[in-house]
Each structure stands twice: as structure tokens, then as C-alpha cells.
């Protein structure tokens, strides 16, 4: 069964910056690409960005223009660059596939406060 791993995460005032990681435990051929999704408190968790495999990114609203996802191929690495951060990023962060999820990994909790 693949593993999926989150790193990253952590406390940031508004305004800071986090990178984000996840590793899978072996190379998943996915035609529709890798993405990373997030759930608050009370809310579903919804996909934020996704990458396809030619390299085409695809962000919700609300984080356009502060998230920016990319992947190492090399090293089966998926990234999440997110910069101005606001509260209400605030949330658990994964990464899976997109539309067609499989096993969730842990998460890693992103927390945006002063």
C-alpha cells in the first residue's frame, strides 16, 4: 500500500511563508497529476492546487498568486510553496491525487496566528 507523507508544517505569524512536503513510499502513475488539499476545523477538505503531468498548475481563488506547487520527479517529492500566509489558511494540509484520492497520509497542520 503507498504511503503518503506531509511535512512542513508548523506555526507562522500573517504574512510568513511555509514549504510544504510530501513523499510517496513508491512512484504512483497518476493521469491527472499530483495536488494538495486542506480541511479546517468544521469544513471538507478541499483540493487547493494540483500539478499535471505536463507541468500545468491549477489553484483554487483564494490561494492564487500566494501558493505555488511543483514536484521533483526525480526524487518523487511534491512541494507547496505558500507565502502570505493569512488565518485562514489555517488547516490540515495533504497531498493526494486529484479528484481520485487514495489512502490519506497524516497531514501536517498548518497554524496562522499572531
Known amino acids: 500500500q503507498v504511503r503518503l507523507v506531509e511535512s512542513g508544517g508548523g506555526l507562522v505569524q500573517p504574512g510568513g511563508s511555509l514549504r510544504l512536503s510530501c513523499a510517496a513510499s513508491e512512484v504512483i502513475s497518476s493521469r491527472n497529476g499530483w495536488g494538495w488539499y486542506r480541511q479546517a476545523p468544521g469544513n471538507q477538505r478541499e483540493l487547493v492546487a494540483r500539478?499535471?503531468?505536463?507541468?500545468?498548475?491549477y489553484y483554487v481563488d483564494s490561494v492564487k498568486g500566494r501558493f505555488t506547487i511543483s514536484r521533483d520527479n526525480a526524487e518523487n517529492i511534491l512541494y507547496l510553496q505558500m507565502n502570505s500566509l493569512k488565518s485562514e489558511d489555517t488547516a490540515v494540509y495533504y497531498c493526494?491525487?486529484?479528484?481520485?484520492?487514495?489512502?490519506w497520509g497524516q497531514g501536517t497542520q498548518v497554524t496562522v496566528s499572531s
Open positions: 493526494n491525487l486529484p479528484f481520485q484520492p487514495i489512502t
Open positions: 500539478i499535471t503531468n505536463d507541468g500545468s498548475t
